[in-house]
């Protein structure tokens, strides 16, 4: 029998070790950043077109390379930053596996001009597909420019999966801000379409962490600082007030490699135990200088992910350095732990939301905090299923009428209406028994009779619910409101959250807001939805574009997410009172919606109990 295993051909085999190098652009942006910055440059410049598919373009001032290096570095395991196996447990450098340009030139089209300091010419090369098309002397600066265009030209089912631009832009900024981070002593700059995102010339952490994540960031930042035998840690960690619902800027570094590791997590969130919400995440970019033979960073080809000798012993000098921090600042949590702090405080000088009786032309005037976020008239299927859920409170007169009984037995005696349908009564003259208003339950539960027993409601949940069925037409029918400002209120973001902002800015604009980029990550708001004039909206588009991050694993439509994540910000939360009215008007939308049993989010808005269950209960 002819024998059948052959040795793959180069371009095969670099294909192949691309599909786990290069997932995406942001993951040639990566490598090629990493090369520039082993290569001693002082000044790197990271060029993109259509978020990296058509075109990235990484220039430095390094080193630069002589006329066979260019072309070596393109071979498979060539590298100049490791000589023998135990060079791998000595590793200071940021690449070594010399895998990452034969993978990209495999998949892409790359145009390489570099040249060294002391040469006078330098070397273009040009490869298409794993093929040298072209190498040829240049005129060009010292340094290294490499240019790849069409990232998986040849490898269209993995063209094919890439993301939208915007999508793709963010892991790439990602990406980028982890380096910048890293090495603050070097001037980096980032361009998409010709447009500057960041300019961040070389300086201290603090002032390249305020850079890269917004001037609102120096007031959070905590100093930590710990020398121990094994590891010496340092960076700073965010004030607890100051935590976020969202991922994204927790940060590890060792020997000034970006890392993740869930573990060392953990111990930060140990020490921040008492200080912040539940699944709410703290600021931080810690630094770890460790021996390198006490690590090992060959655990994964994207370099994330490594090990170290004693990782127990990290971890709790890790949540020592941090609660020693905290300590030391005298930073104490400045939030409610029982509540959630609410972004807004509603006004309760309104009468809420009545719906139309045949009383007094007054009352069917009146408005409501609750419904002024409506954007119009109930539907018909809303009315249908608000008569199904009156139906629930049918009969209730009859109940208090046993209890009336019952009361004048013991010599107590209560007025009340006889039949309860919902509606608000017509005359102050009759009165309801106390014991069936809705009451709350430590400012946040509310406790609403019906017939056969009560329904307990969360009022931030059925809240929640209200909203994002409103924010959910509004988007869909562009029947918000619009209130102008009289002085335009200017909202400077980071420029990843600028450009999430962005993307999303027409369906924002669509809920009521008049918003119009600026220039530079600032926004202006010209106008703010009537209904909700009285809101402080810079915390309320803060607090959107946080859940609207928060949303993104979940895949969810653009407005299905803005819905949601606006709902989230506005809702009453958790811990605010509320009035009779209010209360009520609070129950009648919440089953006027199409969906009253859960929020956006699937947490229940109600649960009911049944008289039979009590009793039941107290027969244990």
């Keep these: 029998m002819a024998d059948i295993i ?18 995406r652009p942001a993951s040639a942006v990566k490598e090629l950043l990493e090369n520039a910055i082993d290569s001693g440059a002082t000044e790197i410049k990271v060029i ?15 080193c630069g390379m002589s006329d066979t290096d260019a072309r ?76 790849i265009k069409n990232l998986f030209f040849n490898v269209p089912a993995r063209r094919n999966f890439l993301k939208s631009d915007n999508v793709e832009l963010r892991h790439i900024i990602d990406e980028f801000q982890r380096l910048a981070i890293a ?6 700059s980032l361009h998409h379409n010709e447009i500057e995102l960041f300019h961040l010339p070389n300086g201290n952490l603090r002032q390249r962490i305020v850079a890269v994540f917004g001037a609102k960031h120096n007031k959070k930042l905590v100093p930590i600082s710990e020398d121990t035998d094994v590891v010496r840690i340092s960076g700073f960690v965010g004030k607890p007030e100051y935590a976020k619902k969202s991922r994204g800027e927790q940060l590890f570094f060792v020997n000034n490699r970006f890392i993740k590791s869930a573990y060392l997590h953990h111990a930060v969130m140990s020490a921040y135990e008492n200080l912040i919400v539940e699944k709410n995440y703290p600021f931080y970019a810690i630094f770890f200088e460790i021996d390198p033979a006490k690590i090992d960073i060959n655990v994964h080809p994207t370099k994330q992910e490594i090990k170290f000798d004693n990782e127990r012993e990290v971890y709790n000098y890790v949540r020592v350095a941090v609660r020693h921090a905290l300590g030391q600042y005298a930073v104490m949590p400045t939030i409610d732990f029982d509540a959630e702090t609410s972004l807004s405080t509603f006004q309760t000088a309104a009468s809420p939301v009545q719906r ?21 008239v109930r539907r018909p299927n809303e009315e249908n299923n608000l008569q199904n859920w009156e139906k629930l409170f049918e009969g209730l007169g009859d109940t208090a009428s046993d209890e009336q009984s019952s009361n004048e037995e013991i010599g107590e005696s209560i007025t009340i209406d006889s039949s309860f349908d ?20 430590q400012n946040t539960y509310i406790v609403s009779h019906i017939k056969s027993g009560f329904l307990l409601i969360d009022q931030q949940s059925a809240h929640e619910r209200i909203l994002y069925e409103q924010f959910v037409q509004q988007i869909e029918e562009s029947t918000a409101s619009t209130q102008k400002e009289l002085f335009a209120q200017t909202i400077e973001m980071s420029p990843s959250d600028a450009l999430l902002m962005k993307s999303i800015l027409p369906q924002v604009n669509a809920l009521g807001y008049d918003i119009q980029e600026f220039g530079n990550n600032t926004f202006v708001i010209h106008g703010v939805p009537a209904s909700s004039a009285d809101l402080n909206h810079e915390a309320v588009i803060e607090h ?14 653009v407005n299905d997410n803005i819905a949601r994540s606006m709902a989230r910000s506005t809702a009453i939360k958790r811990g605010k009172k509320l009035s009779v009215l209010e209360m009520k008007s609070l129950i009648d939308q919440l089953f006027a919606t199409r969906m009253p049993y859960k929020s956006p989010i699937g947490r229940k808005c109600f649960i009911s109990y049944e008289m039979d269950e009590l009793s039941k209960l107290f027969d244990e």
Excluded at 356 to 361: A, D, E, K, L, R
């Design 6 to 23: 052959q040795l793959l051909p180069d371009s095969i085999a670099n294909q192949i070790a691309a599909g786990e190098v290069i997932q």
């Design 48 to 62: 993109l077109k259509d978020a990296g598919k058509s075109l990235i373009q990484i220039i430095d001032n390094g």
């Design 72 to 147: 070596m570095a393109f071979e498979r395991h060539a590298t100049s930053k490791i000589r023998a196996a135990k060079d791998l447990f000595e590793i200071k450098t940021m690449g070594f596996r010399g895998e990452a340009l034969p993978s990209i030139a495999a998949i892409a089209h790359v145009e390489l001009k570099t040249r060294q300091q002391n040469q006078d010419l330098g070397t273009r090369l040009v490869i298409e597909g794993s093929e040298v098309k072209t190498q040829e002397a240049c005129q060009t600066s010292v340094g290294s420019s490499f240019s």
């Design 183 to 188: 090495h603050a002593e070097i001037h980096f």
């Design 356 to 376: 139309p009786t045949q009383s007094s032309s007054s009352q069917k005037s009146s408005n409501s905090n609750w419904s002024n976020m409506t954007p119009g």
């Design 422 to 441: 919902n509606n608000l009564i017509e005359s102050e003259e009759k009165e309801l028994p106390i014991s069936k208003e809705p009451f709350q339950i």
């Design 544 to 557: 959107l574009l946080e859940q609207y991050q928060s949303n993104l694993d979940l895949k969810l439509e």
